[in-house]
């Protein structure tokens, strides 16, 4: 059974979580790299993932956008891909595109997410390491009121895991 | 000092083996120097050292008017770095948890029971 995920903050600038999965990892590597199957499971309650759109190679770009179910709302995430080594390893930045939130969210500096995959007796340890522009921006990343917006309400997530899983 | 400088000296406070494990010991109870000392093969003073950046860190206090100067856990820093780390890890844990789902039913699996609360 995989263990809830585990967050660290190796240093001031980084963040590390640490997650195991009951999957091979060449699946929990097309579940990353995939835009068919990232929108089924990158995001956040109440929200929908219209846009996902990656060219998973070295210089490649990406462009996820979601959008909220009640008022329409809308960002994303973007930028290139730096690293990419199938099935074990995945960099890329990520620039916050505030979509409809406007100038009322920082954009600021790319963060670089990181994407170690290890695969032992059928388990796959994930190891997803943030780093942010500066300590400031780490601090920032969840008390944001898009982080809080995140947060709300997960009463419907058994249904919606339900769904996915039907 | 607001709360992201707080943090780091949390963090950073807790960054070293001897320092996790004289926070570990004065969790079960108030302790002076020399018995903190006790398990380690450190000199009284450099334990000392270690006290001052878990005080620096509002992590340990001093009972300054007991005559043994007894050190004391101080948890609500601790806690305060824990909130923190839980945040992050409520964000990520509820993606996972729908990864697991996918990653299932990829695997012609059925949704597992226990995710049921």
Redesign the interface.
């Known amino acids: ?2 263990m ?6 190796p240093s ?1 600038r980084e ?1 590390r ?1 640490t ?1 195991s ?3 091979p990892r060449q ?2 590597w ?2 990353h790299t995939s835009p068919e ?1 990232v929108p ?6 109440g929200w929908d993932m219209p846009v996902c759109e990656m060219d998973v190679r070295v210089g490649g770009t990406y462009r996820w956008q979601w959008t909220n179910r009640d008022d329409g709302s809308q960002f994303g995430f973007f930028g290139t891909f730096i690293e990419v080594d199938a099935p074990s390893k995945l960099t890329h930045e990520q620039y916050f595109d505030p979509g409809s939130f406007g100038s009322a969210m920082p954009v600021g500096d790319p963060c670089i997410v990181s994407l170690e995959l290890s695969e032992r007796d059928g388990v796959t340890t994930l190891v ?1 390491t943030l780093t942010f522009a500066s ?2 921006a780490r ?1 920032d990343a ?1 008390s944001t009121g898009m ?1 809080d917006g ?2 709300h309400s ?1 009463a419907r ?2 249904g ?3 769904t ?3 | 000092m607001n ?2 400088d707080r ?2 000296l949390t ?1 950073a406070a807790l960054a070293d083996p001897t320092r996790r494990a004289i926070l570990a010991r004065l969790a079960t109870g108030e302790a002076s120097v020399g018995e903190l000392a006790e398990p380690f093969a450190m000199s009284q003073p450099a334990i000392s050292r270690h006290l001052k950046v878990l005080e620096r860190a509002g992590l340990v206090s001093v009972d300054v008017d007991a005559q043994r100067r007894l050190r004391r856990l101080e948890p609500e820093r601790l806690q305060e770095a824990a909130k ?24 012609g699996k ?2 597992r029971s ?4």
């Open positions: 059974m995989p809830p995920a585990e967050v660290s903050s001031d963040v979580v997650r999965f009951e999957a699946l929990v097309d579940a199957l089924r499971w990158q995001g956040y309650e997803c300590k400031d601090d969840v982080t995140m947060e997960y997530l058994d919606l895991v339900a996915n899983a039907a | 709360q992201s943090l780091d963090f923190w780390i839980e945040r992050y890890r409520e964000i990520f844990e509820q993606n996972y948890q729908r990864l697991d789902a996918l990653l299932d039913e990829l695997q059925r949704a226990r995710r049921k609360k």
